[in-house]
């Protein structure tokens, strides 16, 4: 089965030379296509992005104004026309093989959705070498949401899905900036079982200055207000994942605060309570609550270069 490899881009000039090339020796690998989504970048990532779609009639360029990776991702998702789908940042290296591997682990379990292990490179250094293959068996892992709940097992990069069982997940929330990858794990955890393997599949830079993800303030926000989309969308989860998505929001909430905000005591202490609430199997919560609990980050967020 050919791969449509989906590749997201803002501002990532320094970094396209090695990732396109990485990519393209999975597409040799795999055939398929390239679709590179620009989302108006504005450090000559477009004119090296053009030079290379130009010369290549299996890639195709979109670009677009600064809207957000996931409105990009988006964007790419829908162009994308081959039965599998493998998500690519433009910082990321894909390891040589790994979405033959991938692809072994979907058709081992039956899954429509795959994700394995990610490392890490620095820029400017000698690669790493390739890793060696994991003795692990693939897991089959049938209950994802609560594996999305509890961990974040998987950056984008490092997946690989059979398109037209996780269409339904797309387009993904575009308003919160960060934690792509937990919306796409949420919405594709209600759509198909995941498939585990331990081979390390992709690195990402050990040092990539202005990533979303560098604030926690933002990402912790966005990842209670992403659960609360869900659930305003009609997503009903089951009890015990509502209780325990409520729970880890609220204790991370109260942590932050209480070591990095000048938050009032009684709502912290509303914090505690609804944490320890949340433990008990007769109550139930609905988004309203996590809109308060991500409410809890404005000061962070007015000015977050202060906090982390």
């Not at 130009?54 to 104004?65: C, D, F, G, I, P």
């Not at 033959?100 to 890490?120: D, I, K, Q, S, V």
Request: hydrophobic share 45%; with cysteine.
């Amino acid at each position: 089965m050919s791969v449509s490899y989906v590749v997201t881009v803002y501002n990532k000039a320094p970094y396209l030379p090695l990732v396109l090339a990485a990519i393209e020796a999975e597409w040799r690998a795999t055939g398929g296509e390239i679709v590179v989504v620009d989302d108006g970048s504005a450090d000559g990532s477009v004119a090296l992005l053009r030079a290379y779609a130009n010369a290549r009639s299996h890639v195709v360029l979109r670009e677009q104004t600064n809207a957000g990776v996931a409105a990009a991702t988006n964007i790419g998702v829908h162009l994308a026309t081959q039965p599998l789908l493998r998500l690519v940042d433009a910082d990321d290296l894909l390891i040589a093989g790994s979405t033959a591997r991938l692809m072994r682990a979907l058709e081992e379990t039956g899954a429509g959705f795959a994700y394995g292990r990610f490392g890490n490179y620095l820029p400017g250094t000698p690669l790493p070498p390739p890793p060696s293959p994991a003795a692990e068996p693939t897991q089959h892992v049938e209950d994802g949401l609560w594996r999305m709940l509890t961990s974040q097992p998987f950056v984008p990069s490092a997946t690989l899905a059979v398109r037209d069982r996780v269409l339904d997940a797309f387009p993904l929330p575009e308003g919160p900036r960060t934690s792509q990858d937990f919306a796409m794990g949420l919405r594709i955890a209600r759509l198909t079982p995941f498939a585990s393997v331990a081979d390390t599949v992709c690195l990402l830079p050990s040092d990539a200055p202005g990533r979303l993800s560098g604030s926690k303030a933002r990402m912790y926000s966005d990842t209670a207000l992403l659960v609360a989309l869900q659930w305003e969308a009609g997503d009903m989860w089951p009890a015990k994942h509502r209780r325990y998505a409520v729970q880890r929001a609220a204790g991370r909430a109260r942590h932050y605060a209480r070591r990095h905000l000048s938050y009032p005591k009684g709502r912290m202490a509303w914090l505690l309570a609804v944490s320890l609430a949340s433990r008990l199997p007769i109550l139930s919560f609905g988004p309203e609550t996590l809109r308060r609990i991500a409410a809890v980050y404005a000061e962070a967020l007015v000015d977050p270069a202060r906090y982390p």
